[in-house]
């Protein structure tokens, strides 16, 4: 029985998987996987999602050359989510943050900031 097996996903087919920082642990994306995308993950050794927007499956940071290669993988205690822990190449936003959960709540302003700076230029990337 392989780990495909073992993960419970939702009614739509699908499990959330939290994507962080092997030697951080930094929360990089959150994104959801189909049970295809769950197999290309384990078998290849780097981050496969299922993109909702276009429904198909597809390997993070294809497009950017800023793949996602895989430490370990864990479940939560019903297994109906999952941690991948990942060596991330460059960044995982795709707006050109190491991480997308870059902005921070400003208060007093009723807005959101960057929190950090931009490492890449997604317009010279993707294009």
């Not at 909702?52 to 430490?71: A, E, P, Y």
Request: charged fraction near 30%; include cysteine.
């Amino acid at each position: 029985m392989s780990i495909v097996d073992r993960v419970q996903f939702d009614a739509d087919g699908l499990i959330p998987a939290v994507i962080t920082d092997t030697d951080s642990k930094r929360v990089l994306v959150l994104c959801y996987l189909n049970r295809e995308a769950l197999e290309r993950t384990i078998a290849e050794g780097v981050v496969y999602v299922y993109r909702r927007s276009k429904g198909q499956v597809m390997q993070k940071g294809v497009s950017s050359g800023h793949i996602q290669k895989i430490t370990e993988v864990r479940a939560n205690c019903d297994a109906n989510s999952l941690e991948i822990r990942v060596e991330q190449e460059v960044a995982a936003c795709h707006a050109g943050f190491y991480s997308c959960y870059y902005r921070t709540w400003d208060e007093k302003n009723q807005a959101w900031s960057d929190a950090e700076e931009r490492i890449f230029d997604p317009d010279k990337v993707y294009t």
